[in-house]
T-cell receptor, first 112, second 113 residues
Framework: KQEVTQIPAALSVPEGENLVLNCSFT??????LQWFRQDPGKGLTSLLL?????REQTSGRLNASLDKSSGRSTLYIAASQPGDSATYLC???????????FGTGTQLKVEL | DTEVTQTPKHLVMGMTNKKSLKCEQH?????MYWYKQKAKKPPELMFV???????INESVPSRFSPECPNSSLLNLHLHALQPEDSALYLC????????????FGSGTRLTVV
């Protein structure tokens, strides 16, 4: 059974800092990995999708990397802003399937 | 249109009530999903419809009954729920059954009293 873990569970940083969120998964037979953002009580917004054949994806201040063999992904956020405050979830899809298995989430707070 | 629309946004129901959650997308996606999210937990898959056919039921109790009337609509019928079923119910869609282009709705916050 795929298990997805995120570290840290919570993170508080001052505005402007660069930060790294970590995601690890136990079964490397994945089709892709996605990073989502969730604001309190809201739905999920897709941030980045990395196919299993790719090593990284970038969008604006966000960069996500994938090391499938070691079962790890990182989300790098540059120059953090208070508007980045949210819960960040990574999720994997197993090859041949379409079920998202989510990580435990990192609750981020960026303070002024 | 790049959205998944869910109605209602909030729902309070008694344990003897029957209600339905609705989900709609017009992106031409052929797979649609129901996820359940308890407070401070990640979403968990409930059902998957691929090309309007139920392809995955994650051992969900029969008091939850999904329905896919057409490729744009997905319903979740609720009957005789328990207070522990209170959660955020998220609908999602993807281009096909490989999960490409996953898009989530904003969810229905369900409270069972």
């Amino acid at each position: 059974k795929q298990e997805v873990t995120q570290i840290p569970a919570a993170l508080s940083v001052p505005e402007g800092e660069n930060l790294v969120l970590n995601c690890s998964f136990t079964d490397s037979a994945i089709y892709n990995l996605q990073w989502f953002r969730q604001d309190p009580g809201k739905g999920l917004t897709s941030l980045l999708l990395i196919q299993s054949s790719q090593r990284e994806q970038t969008s604006g201040r966000l960069n996500a990397s994938l090391d499938k063999s070691s079962g790890r992904s990182t989300l790098y956020i540059a120059a953090s802003q208070p508007g980045d405050s949210a819960t960040y979830l990574c999720a994997v899809i197993k090859g041949g399937g379409n079920k998202l298995t989510f990580g435990t989430g990192t609750q981020l707070k960026v303070e002024l | 249109d790049t959205e998944v629309t869910q109605t209602p946004k909030h729902l309070v129901m008694g344990m003897t009530n029957k209600k339905s959650l609705k989900c709609e997308q017009h992106m031409g996606h052929r797979a649609m999903y129901w996820y359940k999210q308890k407070a401070k937990k990640p979403p968990e898959l409930m059902f998957v419809y691929s090309y309007e056919k139920l392809s995955i039921n994650e051992s969900v109790p029969s008091r939850f009954s999904p329905e896919c009337p057409n490729s744009s609509l997905l319903n979740l019928h609720l009957h005789a729920l328990q207070p522990e079923d209170s959660a955020l119910y998220l609908c999602a869609s993807s281009q096909d059954n490989r999960g490409v282009g996953y898009t989530f709705g904003s969810g229905t916050r369900l409270t069972v009293v």
